[in-house]
């Protein structure tokens, strides 16, 4: 690899981004879900042939980082000496590399005159994947099979088209099989987009540099990593965070990191985090790793590559019977997006006193989830999936900024216009929370307010929110921002709704949700 010209592994690097790039922009152009059109609640990536990251899109953080693990625990059950051109395969298991199961994954081989050389991997949030609730939230689920439809790896089509049988099979279990079946074709494009590239990048550059070039990237971005961690102090340092709910008696579930840094290698130890809880609220230790690989790339404070080769210094432990490590039966759809957040909160709390200029003060580290699920006379549905953000968190030198995501999200609000065309709702406000954020020297940025009144005659709600009772932390002595509120007015009434629900609303109903407030950093200038 010392032969390698520098530049064309460069050239490569750019060019595998690049089809990460285009495959997401296939997605979010041809998909029929406005959860993917719009939000993109999608990510693509690249990998070896030994299922390495090599190249991903500017997705969604949480998906990509789970995708490190996603095609090598595949090969452990689907040998690559099975695959062959032209196949696809659809999974959602969480114990291939997963993360909840609405994240349906497609993987493509890449084969150049016979040989595997890489795989094409698209995955996507399906709205609904079937369960015991429309959209496949059920807060109070006991384990996976009341949450969804379980896929397996299975061929979803090959040289001859669409495996027409599996494709079927996956359509009879979901709510919305139109909405399914153009999002798995769209899935299918994106991955015979980025083969053509790869295809591209091999003709132009001759097939054993394309290889040989993506073993160097993993070993470049391992000798960054190294760097980065050797410039932290060597020590032992102990951070918490904590779910607004889930253990005994809806108490607090905590989530607990002990880092280690010896060296260029770091050990996040998570094994003190809660047992297993009895709601969705539960994760994959696949999620939780790449929490700590996303909150690893912020604490080096470069901007490196992300790669299978970054993960070399890093040792990530977790606990058979955890929240972060319950078992593949165990309800996880939460797991995803929320549980994953407070790992990152706890990783940068152990971290505060240490490297401060690095770091945000707390914000909206939820998915801030309200999943409408509307029955049609055909007995049909349509699902409509929005997050919303809040108030970042203020950092040593600058205020938060106002209605925003961070960390491991990186998806859009569904625009008013499209939800009042496609749904029988109605966008009755969208404003800033003014007041929201928490003060400080910097002060946390205002959160979102976004009112949604139902104009069918009924529907079914989910709600997904944590800091709804623990809000965003000041870091430094800056004071907390505000929590999350989600209120129902039925009738003229006014009650407030729990972070983590299902209910059935009526014709005429409003839903209003206001986004928590980003915390403060430093202490507050005294009052004049």
Not at 231 to 259: K, M, W
Not at 496 to 511: F, Q, R, S, T
């Amino acid at each position: 690899m010392s032969t390698l010209d520098p530049f064309v592994v460069e050239v490569i690097r750019h060019g595998l981004s690049a089809a990460a790039e285009e495959m997401s922009l296939v997605m979010t152009r041809s998909a029929r879900s406005p959860l993917l059109r719009e939000a993109g609640d999608l990510s693509s990536a690249i990998m070896d042939a030994a299922g390495g990251l090599v190249g991903q899109g500017r997705d969604i953080p949480i998906h990509l980082g789970a995708m490190c693990y996603t095609v090598p625990e595949l090969l452990k059950v689907y040998p690559a000496a099975t695959m062959r051109e032209g196949d696809a395969i659809v999974y959602n298991v969480g114990a291939l590399g997963g993360n909840h199961l609405n994240d349906v994954k497609v993987a493509r081989p890449v084969f150049v005159d016979g040989r595997l050389v890489a795989f094409a991997l698209s995955l996507a949030h399906w709205p609904d994947v079937g369960g015991t609730w429309p959209g496949s939230y059920l807060a109070k689920a006991v384990d996976t099979f009341q949450e969804a439809i379980r896929i397996p790896p299975l061929l979803i089509a090959n040289t001859d088209g669409v495996n027409r049988p599996v494709l079927d099979f996956i359509l009879a279990n979901v709510r919305d099989p139109v909405s399914c079946e153009g999002d798995l074709l769209a899935q299918l494009a994106a991955t015979s987009a980025a083969e053509r590239r790869i295809h591209e990048m091999c003709a132009q550059h001759g097939t054993d540099t394309f290889v040989a070039a993506m073993a160097r990237l993993h070993d470049l971005s391992e000798a960054e990593m190294r760097a980065a961690i050797a410039d932290l102090p060597d020590g032992t340092y102990e951070g918490e965070d904590f779910l607004d709910d889930g253990g005994p008696d809806d108490a607090p579930s905590r989530i607990h990191v002990r880092i280690e840094i010896r060296g260029d290698e770091a050990t996040f130890d998570l094994s003190g985090s809660a047992d297993r809880v009895a709601t969705f609220c539960n994760t994959t230790p696949f999620i939780a790793r790449s929490a700590v690989v996303y909150a690893a790339r912020i604490l080096s404070g470069r901007d490196m590559q992300q790669n299978a080769g970054a993960l070399r210094p890093l040792t990530i432990l977790t606990r058979p019977g955890s929240i972060l490590e319950p078992g593949w039966k165990a309800a996880v759809a939460a797991g995803n997006h929320e549980t994953s957040m407070r790992v990152v909160d706890a990783v940068f709390r152990a971290m505060e006193n240490v490297i401060p200029e690095r770091l945000s003060a707390g914000g909206p580290a939820t998915s801030g989830l309200l999943a409408f699920a509307e029955p049609l006379p055909d007995e049909s549905w349509r699902m409509l999936y929005e997050v919303h953000g809040g108030g970042e968190g203020a950092r040593h030198d600058r205020d938060g900024a106002p209605a925003t995501r961070v960390h491991l999200a990186n998806t859009s609000n569904t625009p008013a216009e499209v939800i009042e065309a496609n749904y029988a709702i109605r966008v009755e406000r969208q404003s800033i929370r003014r007041g929201a954020g928490g003060k400080g020297r910097h002060v946390g940025g205002d959160g979102i307010v976004r009112s949604y009144r139902v104009l069918a005659p009924s529907m079914w709600l989910t709600t997904c929110v944590e800091r709804t009772k623990i809000p965003p932390y000041g870091l430094q002595g800056g004071e907390a921002g505000a929590p999350y509120v989600i209120t129902l007015e039925r009738g003229g009434v006014v009650s407030a709704l729990p972070g983590k629900a299902n209910l059935l609303l009526e014709a005429g109903d409003l839903v209003t949700i206001e986004g928590c407030g980003g915390g403060g950093f430093g202490a507050p200038p005294p009052s004049s």
